[in-house]
């Protein structure tokens, strides 16, 4: 894969990072040849999120090891989980709603593991999805292979919002728990906020809703005010890379896309099944 020299090189990074510090102040003593770029992470403004690993919310193991890979990702990709839009914004619908996603995911999908890197509940909670995604964010210099969007697996990050944004837009503090966690990805992996995108711009599906789509160009804007950069435009449209799914049946969309289902095809299960019937909305 070919990465743009233009904002992914190290010293690019290394020089970015350096003049956020003199804007915040926080690393007025290093040097730029002294700043490692897994440590510079926490110059930017933005809160580092509180993400819950896949041990704390009890996360099963995986079928078998996740594979990581040797290249950071090329870009984020913002999805909706299609489920309801709960008012339970409490840590434990959160807890509820990864193990359900994991337990959908392999129990129905028959993938490894869970699908996407991260998660974002209605209630602002951040929890990492497939397992070492967490712990390779914070290395800053690999990713794991996931399975949330088709041609995309081994070149972004996935996050999935809590709920259906086809004509309902997030709750306020569920989007700057995204923009949040989003402005922390590109701060580790040196990524410009302009490569944030929308599952449909890959695959073919309503993710992330009408709503949450149309919202992602001002999210980009956020996250460049976080990251303490002004925001690029994409150098260009992404192409998707030929790569091979083996998590998937080629013929089948193997992201759970409940409003896609919804419009025909019928699904084995879906993700509301695996819910608790005390967390259902
Ligand atoms: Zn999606």
Redesign the pocket.
């Known amino acids: 894969m070919t990465l743009p020299a233009s904002h992914r090189s190290p010293a690019t990074a290394i020089s970015r990072y350096t003049r956020r510090s003199v804007l915040t102040g926080a690393f007025a003593l290093a040097t730029a040849a002294a700043l490692p770029v897994a440590a510079a992470g926490r110059a930017y403004a933005a809160a580092v999120p509180d993400i819950i690993g896949c041990a704390a919310w009890g996360a099963r193991a995986a079928s078998e090891p996740v594979v990581v890979l040797a290249n950071r990702p090329e870009r984020i990709?913002?999805?909706?989980t299609?489920t309801a839009n709960v008012t339970d914004y409490s840590r434990q619908r959160a807890v509820a709603l990864a193990r359900a996603i994991q337990t959908y995911h392999m129990d129905a999908q028959g993938w490894i593991d869970t699908g996407q890197h991260f998660t974002v509940s209605r209630g602002a909670f951040v929890l990492e999805g497939r397992h070492n995604s967490l712990a390779e964010l914070n290395s800053g210099r690999r990713q794991v292979r996931a399975a949330?969007?088709v041609g995309q697996n081994t070149v972004s990050i996935?996050i999935?919002n809590e709920g259906t944004y086809t004509s309902e837009a997030p709750p306020a503090a569920q989007y700057a728990a995204l923009a949040d966690l989003c402005a922390h990805i590109c701060d580790r992996y040196g990524l410009p906020a302009s490569e944030i995108y929308?599952?449909?711009d890959f695959?073919s599906?309503a993710?992330?809703g009408d709503r949450l789509y149309a919202l992602l160009p001002s999210l980009r804007r956020d996250v460049a005010i976080r990251l303490g950069v002004p925001l690029s435009e994409p150098e260009a449209e992404p192409e998707a890379e030929p790569e091979s799914e083996p998590e998937a049946d080629p013929g089948e969309d193997p992201?759970?896309?409940l409003v896609r289902q919804a419009t025909g095809r019928p699904p084995a299960a879906t993700l509301n099944e695996y819910l608790p019937a005390g967390l259902l909305p």
Do not use: L, M, Q
Request: net charge negative; with cysteine.
């Open positions: 990709i913002v999805h909706h299609a949330h969007c996935g999935e929308g599952h449909r695959n599906t993710c992330p992201v759970w896309d």
